[in-house]
T-cell receptor, first 111, second 114 residues
Framework: DADVTQTPRNRITKTGKRIMLECSQTKGHDRMYWYRQDPGLGLRLIYYSFDVKDINKGEISDGYSVSRQAQAKFSLSLESAIPNQTALYFC??????????FGSGTRLTVV | KQEVTQIPAALSVPEGENLVLNCSFTDSAIYNLQWFRQDPGKGLTSLLLIQSSQREQTSGRLNASLDKSSGRSTLYIAASQPGDSATYLCAVIAGGTSYGKLTFGQGTILTVHP
């Protein structure tokens, strides 16, 4: 099994729908992150969590929310999806300064 | 604000060549630096992590160096192969008050042709 598992791998949804992307990890890391990747814009941080009770906004949190259900689980929600949220989404974990581990990504298309 | 720049943006080489990818960062107060590989539409695979106290790190045909004072890192790939074709991303891990924050470069797209 992968260290960081994201579900679903691919998703097409309609504008205005609520959608949740899920992430689970077996690394035992406290820190978890959600990034989105767009061509030409690189990877941008959406939200991050240093433990179950600590949630922080990243660079581009508008239109997104997160939930840290357990140390190993961190989900990202789009409350009302819009087409410019079409992107590749990555979950990642870390212990702080000692390197990051990324999931395989969720390709989200909003039509 | 930390800014990370990777040069070149794209590189095309024949198989067997040795090559160097460059990464520069504006704030030298980093904790560590990590190089990743990304295949098209796929996730990021960690290649090498260099701690700020280290000068270089090696894994197989890959060698990464770090010069914190000048804000530079290089990734050296020896004897390139078509399977090395991918996007290579440099990421700086912050220290200090932003401890652990990751800032990415835009990446270098590498194509190795047979």
């Amino acid at each position: 099994d992968a260290d960081v598992t994201q579900t679903p791998r691919n998703r097409i949804t309609k504008t205005g729908k609520r959608i949740m992307l899920e992430c689970s990890q077996t690394k035992g890391h406290d820190r978890m992150y959600w990034y989105r990747q767009d061509p030409g814009l690189g990877l941008r941080l959406i939200y991050y969590s240093f433990d179950v009770k600590d949630i922080n906004k990243g660079e581009i949190s508008d239109g997104y929310s997160v939930s840290r259900q357990a140390q190993a689980k961190f989900s990202l929600s789009l409350e009302s999806a819009i087409p410019n949220q079409t992107a590749l989404y990555f979950c990642a974990t870390s212990t702080g300064g000692y390197g990051y581990t990324f999931g395989s990504g969720t390709r989200l298309t909003v039509v | 604000k930390q800014e990370v720049t990777q040069i070149p943006a794209a590189l095309s080489v024949p198989e067997g060549e040795n090559l160097v990818l460059n990464c520069s960062f504006t704030d030298s107060a980093i904790y560590n630096l990590q190089w990743f590989r990304q295949d098209p539409g796929k996730g990021l695979t960690s290649l090498l992590l260099i701690q700020s106290s280290q000068r270089e790190q090696t894994s197989g045909r890959l060698n990464a160096s770090l010069d914190k004072s000048s804000g530079r890192s290089t990734l050296y790939i020896a004897a390139s192969q078509p399977g090395d074709s991918a996007t290579y991303l440099c990421a700086v891990i912050a220290g200090g008050t932003s401890y652990g924050k990751l800032t990415f470069g835009q990446g270098t797209i590498l194509t190795v042709h047979p």
